[in-house]
């Protein structure tokens, strides 16, 4: 029987065709035919005012982080539950990322928390979506509203996901998104930064031109272009925005495929999760998912590795994260925990994520199969 990875990267649709209209078109670097098709697709999934295609969601959060101004000393409170880019952009300015617990029922930032970690050094909030399901943006929105604070999604996991009806990537200042081969929408490695601000758009498209007047200038709007401020390369070449344009035209096939298989393993692992073997995602009120992932909680650190482990001896890759990075040798180093992050040191412990993927299809029932037959060996 074949190995069933994590993850598999697959073409859905136009993306071949696509690589060759744009070879065709003499133009290899960005910001040409295709980049323009995928800003104006990303800003209509995302609701967002603009969208700026940049090389990956690392890339989007860094240019993030120099919009919100952020100067040496500066704190910016996120979850320790992320991945590394989110803390690294804001330590690559030079300030402080304050990491804080999440919620154990979404497993997003807790703003109770965020409340609590504020100082007058603070200057922004970076939000994760964890799994594709939106944060408590509303709560998030009335703390950065009360302390004159930047709000900014990673919204990395969230294409496609709604908070109360609003699309991720409209939900706060700026969002970050990734298109790297793990996520819904791929171009290999890939990212987009949408910008709610309209006084935010301009230094934007400046910071991901090198610091130059560039975008005005292909719009006409100045006669030559120059360098105006700080910024560096942030944009992807032409042949990945047009393998990205082939995918996210198919956006709303691959998130009904994702989750279909979502809900199937959902209620795969029900009777195992109602008798407290188990826990399973739970959806946040009032959003919607995109089927980026899913995950079982298991009891402890053991039963974890036991039990991935079992996965393996059958050909099943299934991998854990995230090693909190409060507690990382780079968090120490650029960041800050006021106190003890139970909630994320118990996640690392216990969360193993199954194989999702657009191509799974009837695999998914050897996955499950496999899984409950070591569950019930091991009650
Ligand atoms: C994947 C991911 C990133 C990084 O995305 P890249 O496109 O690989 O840079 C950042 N944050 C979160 C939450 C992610 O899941």
Known sequence: MARIPFNKPSLVGREFALLEDALGRGQLSGDGHFTKLCNAEIAELTDASTALLTHSCTAALEMAAILCDLAPGDEVIMPSFTFVSTANAVALRGAVPVFVDIDPDTLNIDPSQVEAAITPKTRAIFAVHYAGFPADMDALA??????????????AQALGSTYKGRKAGSLGDMAAFSFHETKNIISGEGGA????????????EIIREKGTNRSRFLRGQVDKYTWVDIGSSFLPGELVAAFLYGQLEQEPAIRRTRLGLFDHYHAAFADLAARGRVALPRQPKETTGNGHMFYLLMRDIEDRDAFITHLRDHDIIAPFHYVPLHSAPGGRRFGRADHDLPVTDETYARLVRLPLYFTLGDEIDRVIDISRAWLGANA
């Open 142 to 155: 009335d703390i950065a509203r009360a302390h004159d604070l930047l709000l900014v999604e990673d919204a």
């Open 193 to 204: 930064l949408t910008v709610m601000r309209p006084d935010l758009i301009e230094r934007a």
